[in-house]
């Protein structure tokens, strides 16, 4: 699978791509979110794991833009911020994962097999 990672924090962005990598996932990290939304117009991704509060487009923005490209993405949030409020509108964009911060490796992981499983039934 082809995975792109959005978070700000250059220290978090390169441990999910680590561990998504250890996977044997293809995994791009970028700190932008438009950065990212170049790549996707370059190259099809199944699955985006973007942070919430980013300067520039924040998690929801990047969302969006990214699913007027490919309305089927699927998408795992991270937050430090899990109000009910950040949360709802999390499931009105239709986020498929959620992650609050501070995780470890191994929820990441947990998120993202989420977040693919649910991709294999629905196209497997």
Known sequence: MNIVVVDDEPLIMELCVEV????????????????????????????????????????????????SLRPDLRVVMITGDGTRKIIGEAMQVGVNGFLLKPFTPDE?????ASALGEARKRWG
């Open 20 to 67: 998504l990598e250890k996977h044997g996932h293809m995994v791009n990290g970028f700190t932008r979110g438009e950065d990212a939304l170049i790549k996707l117009v370059n190259q099809p991704i199944d699955l985006l794991v973007v942070d919430y509060t980013m300067p520039g487009l924040n998690g929801f923005e990047v969302i969006q833009q990214a699913r």
């Open 108 to 112: 990441l992981w947990e998120a993202v």
